[in-house]
């Protein structure tokens, strides 16, 4: 997976919003007040969402195979530490080896370091780019220690430990709430399913027939409100699937994206 860089991801969010208000606007126009206006926004609402959400998964895994492979470098550092070596010569040496995307941005340092960086503004700029919580918390020591001298990898070696119950605790954290994920998917289906049950069993057999002194509602009116409760079902119950699994709202934009295409598709077809 790539590095999606924030310029990106912000003239994404521009021409997605702009293609959204395109389709809306045009819908406006040209159905307005009947259903297929509603249809319109539907796809105003993937558009905006679903090309920033695609770009915010991929950063995502490009972002957690650098974090995984943390544990392994500052091994690599330990042993290389261990022989003599000093920490410049340690990180240029161990990016030689293949540490997934962490290698580029190894790289990138080294050759900073290179050019007349000093190590420290090296260490900062690498923090910068990769922008993760580890690498975040992780930097800062690594620039103390550098500072303080001495045996480098009594620092590194805790560190790598650290940095591996951290990752063991969230991909603990993420099979405990699998579970809760997979409830919000059946429930979502069953509230289609219900939907469906309930509109060819009970709203079309009973078309025109007064219910209490008042006509009952027309199926193409019925319809518009299901597909509409639908909708509202599957963004928000997203956002939820989301700060549960992840942790951020951010996260639960595909399962949104998911969850209403998956209920649009149904009610086309039974409906």
């Known amino acids: 997976m790539p590095k999606i860089e924030k310029t990106i991801k912000q003239i994404t969010w521009v021409a997605s919003a702009a293609l959204a208000t395109a389709i809306t606007v045009f819908g406006f126009f040209a159905t307005y007040g009947t259903a297929t206006f509603d249809e319109f926004v ?35 550092i330990v042993q290389a530490q261990e022989t003599g070596m000093t920490l410049p010569r340690a990180l240029e040496e161990a990016a030689k080896r293949d540490y997934g995307p962490l290698t580029t941005e190894l790289r990138k340092m080294n050759a900073q370091i290179s050019w007349g960086m000093t190590l420290e503004e090296a260490l900062l700029a690498f923090s910068k780019r990769v922008n993760t919580v580890l690498v975040q918390r992780t930097v800062p020591l690594i620039i103390e220690a550098n500072r303080s001298g001495g045996h480098l990898e009594k620092v590194f070696d805790p560190m790598g430990k650290f940095v591996q119950s951290t990752l063991l605790l969230h991909k603990e954290r993420r099979n405990q709430t699998r579970p809760y994920i997979a409830i919000i998917y059946v429930a979502f289906f069953v509230f289609i399913f219900t939907i469906i049950l309930l509109f060819k069993s009970f709203f079309v057999d009973i078309q025109g027939l007064p219910l209490l002194g008042a006509a009952v509602m027309a199926p193409e009116e019925v319809k518009r409100i299901f597909f509409h409760m639908t909708a509202i079902q599957a963004f928000f119950g997203g956002l939820v699937t989301g700060k549960m699994g992840e942790g951020t709202v951010n996260a639960g934009l595909k399962h949104s994206l998911v969850l209403m295409v998956c209920g649009y598709i149904a009610l086309k077809l039974f409906l």
Request: a neutral charge.
């Open 42 to 76: 539907f796809f105003a609402v993937i558009a905006a969402f679903a090309p920033p959400t695609v770009l915010n998964y991929i950063d995502y895994r490009w972002k957690r195979a650098v974090d995984e492979h943390l544990p392994d470098l500052f091994r690599s």
